[in-house]
């Protein structure tokens, strides 16, 4: 008899369940449609260039509960056919000696003597590297991250059949490490994922990462949005992601893509719940550069630098609550008409926004030319005054400069930092430093520097411009390196 009750009880707990998982009360915002286009199709049809639209997540009866029983199972076959593992082969240029490591030689020149710098010859090796990517055309077009696939002479796409074509970069995002690739078969037809709308994610709500960790092959982990716009608009979540998710897939519980698996942050190198994902909002820009031919991504820039309003800026706008950025600076190129240094930013395209990190990531979607609504508040006075954005600013070839010699450096291309840097870059209050801007050859170094890196110090020494770089590259031995990346401090020993 007490069997029965307790079985009872159960039986209605999970009904309880299903039914509050599946009917939430919670509302979900609105998509702007006027923003998304081709709302109602989230797949190309055969005729059709792939599009980045979104659907938003509707509250629907969970597929989730089948018998009484939660499982992952129905989101996973949904999207498993949609997430392809990567491989890809870069030629690097290494020098070195062929005596170095002849212990008779060794003997000969004396011990600690640096055989590289008198006897070093070049040498090609073949590296291989392992990462995850999305479809998302139905003819073979493909996201995955720019450091999946950098500088690769080959690029093998693998589909979950078992599959395998050769694909070519067909255009890259530096700013924000995203990848199209277009896969060479006219013939193949595959499945596209179907995109959601990271913006309707809440903290707590439940993601699946899908990619290929360590070579082992398609692996699935689960976990909850743990939070929103980090660095500048990433989703973060505690579902395990490890090398070789590179590129794999966030989605939904309605089996959505909403982001691409970029990076995490550990001390071991292993998943320690802390992942980030690139919305998937934020590829706009890339697959637009696809349909226009291909290349480099060019995303539309404010030319403002702006600063989250706190308690206190609050208090002199005569706000209960504080919301909005406050422009602290503008670029030459933004008309004084538009907005100037001192306005309060209240909404962008009729929302509101929280803080800087989430007016740069709705800027961020957009692309050079596209003009944004922006509300206002100036001294006593709210208005709504329509915004281009515009080319980002290019440093000169003449302020670019590649450093030579022998250390982790050779190749790498900076320059100091400027104004116009710092606002492109929302670098804000770095105004003196040296910028990483990329490299010019395919060498280790390479592994250790991002694009935007800041070189904070080398050894003891802080590094203020290009000039004091150099002087400590041809004078001292490099023992340890601190970086600015993501706002974060970064030590290389």
């Not at 260039?49 to 938003?56: A, D, H, K, L, N």
């Not at 006075?381 to 440093?395: D, M």
């Not at 490299?439 to 800041?454: E, K, P, S």
């Amino acid at each position: 008899m007490v069997l029965k009750i307790l079985q009872s009880m159960c039986l209605a707990a999970v009904c309880v369940m299903s039914l509050s998982y599946g009917m939430g009360n919670r509302s979900i915002p609105s998509v702007d449609k006027s923003a998304v286009p081709n709302e109602t199709k989230n797949t190309p049809s055969p005729d059709q260039s792939p599009q980045v639209s979104v659907s938003p997540t509707f509250n629907k009866p969970s597929k989730l509960f089948q018998g009484g029983v939660f499982s992952f199972s129905p989101v996973v076959k949904k999207v498993a056919p949609s997430v392809v593992n990567i491989y890809s082969e870069r030629v690097q240029v290494v020098q070195n000696s062929p005596f170095a490591m002849d212990p008779m030689m060794q003997l000969f020149m004396g011990k600690g003597f640096n055989f590289d710098s008198l006897f070093a010859m070049p040498r090609e090796i073949i590296q291989r590297s392992l990462g995850s990517g999305v479809i998302i055309g139905k003819e073979g077009t493909v996201l995955t991250n720019v450091h999946v696939i950098q500088d690769a002479t080959k690029i093998k796409v693998i589909l979950q059949d078992g599959r395998a074509y050769d694909a070519k970069v067909a255009v890259k995002d530096d700013k924000i490490d995203l990848a199209v690739l277009q896969i060479q078969d006219p013939k193949v037809e595959l499945v596209p994922i179907e995109i959601g709308d990271p913006e309707v994610m809440e903290v707590g709500d439940m993601v699946v990462a899908i990619g290929n960790p360590f070579g082992v092959g398609t692996t699935v982990t689960t976990g909850i949005v743990s939070a929103v716009s980090r660095f500048g608009g990433f989703i973060q979540t505690d579902a395990s992601i490890n090398v070789g998710n590179s590129g794999g897939a966030l989605v939904n519980m309605e089996g959505q893509l909403i982001g691409i698996n970029n990076f995490i942050i550990s001390k071991s190198g292993a998943s320690a719940g802390i992942g980030f994902a690139i919305p998937i909002n934020m590829a706009k820009p890339a697959v637009a550069q696809l349909n226009n031919g291909g290349g480099d991504v060019q995303r539309g820039w404010s030319g403002l630098l702006v600063q989250t309003v706190t308690p206190q800026i609050a208090q002199t706008f005569n706000m209960d609550i504080p919301l909005g950025v406050v422009v602290n600076a503008a670029h030459s190129l933004r008309s004084a008409k538009d907005v100037q240094v001192g306005d309060l930013i209240l909404e962008l395209n009729g929302k509101p926004l929280l803080d800087k990190e989430t007016f740069y990531y709705r800027l961020a979607g957009l692309p050079v030319g596209e003009t944004v609504s922006l509300k206002l508040r100036r001294k006593d006075k709210e208005l709504t005054t329509q915004f281009p954005l515009i080319k980002p600013v290019e440093v000169p070839s003449k302020q670019r400069t590649t450093l030579k010699g022998n250390h982790v450096f050779d190749g790498v291309v900076v320059s100091n930092l400027s104004p116009a840097l710092e606002a492109e870059l929302n670098l804000e209050g770095m105004r003196e430093g040296v910028i990483v801007l990329g490299a010019v050859v395919q060498n280790a170094a390479l592994r250790l520097f991002q694009q935007y890196d800041i070189i904070h110090m080398i050894n003891a020494y802080t590094i203020m411009n290009v000039n004091d770089l150099l002087r400590v590259l041809s004078s001292e031995k490099i023992t340890s390196i601190k970086l600015i990346r993501n706002g974060k401090t970064v030590e290389i020993k």
